[in-house]
């Protein structure tokens, strides 16, 4: 995403997300379980990650892509994803 901020995220953008080989869990689902289909598209699945990426990194991010691509529930599921996460650290 050229613009997106000013600095790519180091790594994929996956390190909080537990039980992911390669972007997936073992059972085959995302690596982001909130999403509510079986697999999301290419473009959800790098705008999740990065979206993500973006939380832990702190700041502020900007995206952009096409109408249709489902950019508001990739942003919800990053965001929730997150969150609980990041609840669960702050927990341990």
Known sequence: M?????????????Q????????????????????????PYNVQTDLMKRVYAM???GGVGIVESPTGTGKTLSLLCAS????IDQRRRQEE
Do not use: C, I, N
């Open 55 to 57: 939380l832990d990194k």
């Open 80 to 83: 929730l994803h997150w969150l």
């Open 2 to 14: 050229p613009g997106s901020w000013p600095a790519q995220p180091s790594g994929d953008g996956m």
């Open 16 to 39: 909080g997300v537990k039980g992911e080989e390669k972007g997936k869990e073992k059972t085959g689902r995302t690596a982001f379980p909130s999403f509510p289909y079986p697999e």
